[in-house]
């Protein structure tokens, strides 16, 4: 419901905003962007893809592709055709997430959050295209760095820890994967409760894995819960 009211009002802005500003004023191309990453968020990536190219080429064209605006906007349309997960959206998706990726590193260095945030999802991505080598280094200097500076009870380090761990798991080293997903569940368990959804879900992923490692009195007593 709220997301359906969000969508006229962003509409209504975007129409006035097209009409008495222009469409590559920053607030028109801002309207845009916010309105595609609605639609995105509702699953219709259709509907998500014209808007965010047309804020990412409005802001291109007037900011330049260094500028920060422009690097969410890169960043922005990498993740939804990783979204699309097609063949030839994977492969655009990889030079988009790159270019975000370096333009972030040199503007705002390595270790802020829109910087980790495309590390993670460049990484992700090259683990949906089969490239567990090349994806393994982004998922580790993000785990790294956010356990330094958000610390491990964090809820986006421990993503990426089960990131990690489950990367780990797909390139067959089992124990080190283990030993991430073990972390994780007893982070959550003291965080967020036995019960709580993320927790069970960590449960699960951990006793899948200790099953595939033949661990099967662990496994078992996991899997209860």
């Known amino acids: 419901h ?6 006229l009002l962003f509409r209504e802005a975007l129409a006035g905003q097209r009409e008495t500003l222009g469409n590559l004023h920053p607030h028109t191309l801002m309207t845009i962007s916010n309105l595609g990453l609605l639609q995105q968020k509702k699953g219709q990536l259709a509907a998500a893809e ?7 080429k409005g802001r291109r064209d007037t900011l330049g592709s260094r500028h920060l605006d422009t690097l969410n906007s890169i ?3 990498g993740v939804l055709l990783r979204s699309k997960g097609g063949k030839a959206d994977l492969a655009a998706a990889e030079l988009l ?3 975000a990726l370096e333009g972030q590193r040199e503007t705002l260095g390595n270790r802020h959050p829109h910087t980790l945030s495309s590390i993670c999802n460049l990484g992700l991505l090259l683990e949906d295209k089969g490239d567990l080598t090349a994806a393994e280094p982004l ?13 491990i009870r964090h809820p986006a380090t421990l993503s990426s820890v089960s990131s990690l761990g489950l990367l780990l798991r797909d390139k067959g080293d089992l124990a080190a994967a283990a030993k991430l997903l073990r972390e994780v569940v007893e982070v959550q368990r ?15 992923r951990l006793g899948m894995l200790l099953k595939a490692k ?7 007593l996991l899997l209860r819960e």
Do not use: F, K, W
């Not at 200097?141 to 500076?149: D, G, I, M, P, Y």
């Open 214 to 220: 033949d661990n099967l009195a662990a496994a078992m």
């Open 139 to 151: 998922l580790r200097e993000v785990v790294e760095v956010q356990r330094e500076t958000r610390g």
């Open 97 to 99: 997430l790159h270019e």
């Open 190 to 204: 003291e965080t967020l409760g036995n019960r709580h959804p993320d927790t069970l879900s960590s449960i699960y």
């Open 2 to 7: 709220d997301l359906a009211a969000a969508e």
């Open 75 to 77: 960043n922005s349309l």
């Open 50 to 56: 014209p808007l965010l190219r047309e804020a990412l």
